[in-house]
């Protein structure tokens, strides 16, 4: 497991009563994420459109809420399961410059 910057995700009004996104960092978690196999087959569809997989500890963590920073890669986390010892997250590589 290596430690990563998190990032949660926050609507914000600007002043021209416009909803604007940003991500607030919220700290660090401490993972082991992995690109997922390509050769495995599943049903399920956002399986199929992540990139990688990951293992935390951390139980708090909702899809689409919070990403995971990793120097200049940016992880979306696009499912959790937090149920078990080990919450299991499905990521996707994201563009930091959009």
């Not at 082991?32 to 139980?59: F, P, Q």
């Not at 995971?68 to 299991?88: A, Q, T």
């Amino acid at each position: 497991m290596r430690i990563y910057a998190l990032q949660k995700k926050e609507n914000v009004r600007t002043d021209s009563g416009a909803e604007k996104v940003t991500w607030i960092d919220t700290g660090t978690i401490t993972a082991a994420i992995r690109k997922k196999d390509e050769l495995r087959m599943v049903a399920n569809e956002r399986y199929r459109e992540s990139t990688h997989t990951g293992l935390t500890h951390r139980k708090d963590i909702r899809a689409f809420q919070f990403r995971i920073l990793d120097g200049g890669i940016i992880y979306e986390i696009i499912d959790c399961n937090p149920e078990g010892r080990l919450s299991n997250l499905l990521l996707k590589v994201v563009d930091g410059n959009v």
